[in-house]
Nanobody, 123 residues
Framework: VQLVESGGASVQAGGSLKVSCAAP????????MGWFRQAPGKSREGVAG????????YYADSVKGRFTISQVNSKNTVYLQMDSLKPEDTAVYYC??????????????????WGQGTQVTVS
């Protein structure tokens, strides 16, 4: 599965941004999908996750109420809508696909396939 993120940008604090993750030719509804981020000098952390066919959504406490994960199966695309952005949200954002459901949705071990990342900078 090839995952391609897009939509990263530089925004001001309090602003909004929507990043996308596309998987041309693959059926993403067959996987659990997740968004992770990694800031300089920090480990990669789970931000949001969506179970098979959008049956359940999961969020890190740090983004709950501000970020929304969604999936459009007809487009094989997963989105992360980010509102009320803060400087501490600055990171490279990665999407991931996997099916190791013995791990939680925000645990990177659940996921097998990863995108190349897209930079989000909040100032």
């Amino acid at each position: 599965v090839q995952l391609v993120e897009s939509g990263g940008a530089s925004v001001q604090a309090g602003g909004s941004l929507k990043v996308s993750c596309a998987a041309p030719g693959w059926v993403l509804s067959a996987y659990c999908m997740g968004w992770f981020r990694q800031a300089p000098g920090k480990s990669r952390e789970g931000v949001a996750g969506i179970r098979f066919q959008s049956t359940r959504l999961y969020y890190a406490d740090s983004v709950k109420g501000r970020f929304t994960i969604s999936q459009v199966n007809s487009k094989n695309t997963v989105y992360l809508q980010m509102d009320s952005l803060k400087p501490e949200d600055t990171a490279v954002y990665y999407c991931a696909a996997g099916a190791r459901t013995m791990y939680s949705a925000l645990d990177r071990r659940r996921y097998i396939y990863w995108g190349q990342g897209t930079q989000v900078t909040v100032s």
